[in-house]
């Protein structure tokens, strides 16, 4: 296997774990409640990093708003923190993208070398959105507003498999580099130091 399949696959395997960050921030589902009333009617709450909807109004407001954070602005505050380091994370992962692309087009010195810059990058997002994932489940089990029926919904799901992937992405490229030898191509010819 040569060094440019294995920055390849793994650029693949990049890409959706950017498609699984982005959906996580989009979709307002971190934390969800559902409960059915007496007469059936199915009632549905739902927390996303800028958002909360609720079936019962069938509408989505801004979150958390100011009137949220007057008697907890430490939930708000620790919500807001994961809203920006999951931006920042999406930041990270488009530098990553723009490395990938580098080392891919840059020849063999590139992938020969350029496994720390990747490697570094994608352990960086994914020690960001490990982060950001661990705060809302500490808000999950902490906060009084999160009652029991209150559970961990698809976006923490999908971040928790993104930043998962991005983890042993890294750890498998640095280990490629270390593991896979050296590809061929041209080499430079020695010095034979002739005298004339």
Known sequence: MTRQSVYTGALVVFL???AMTLASIVKPRWISWDSETPGG???HYTYGLHRRCSSLTGTCNYFPRTQDCH????FCSMWRSVGFMMSFAVVIEGMTLIAFIVVLVGGK?????????VSGLLLLAGLIQCAGMTIIAFLYDNDDRFFPGWKLDISW???TTSWSVLVVLASGIAASAF???SEGGYELIPDTGREE
């Open 157 to 159: 799901i999908l971040c």
């Open 179 to 181: 593991l896979l030898p």
């Open 16 to 18: 959706v774990s950017c």
């Open 109 to 117: 010195q590139k992938r020969e070398q350029g496994w720390t810059v």
């Open 71 to 74: 008697n907890d602005r430490y």
């Open 41 to 43: 009617q199915h009632i």
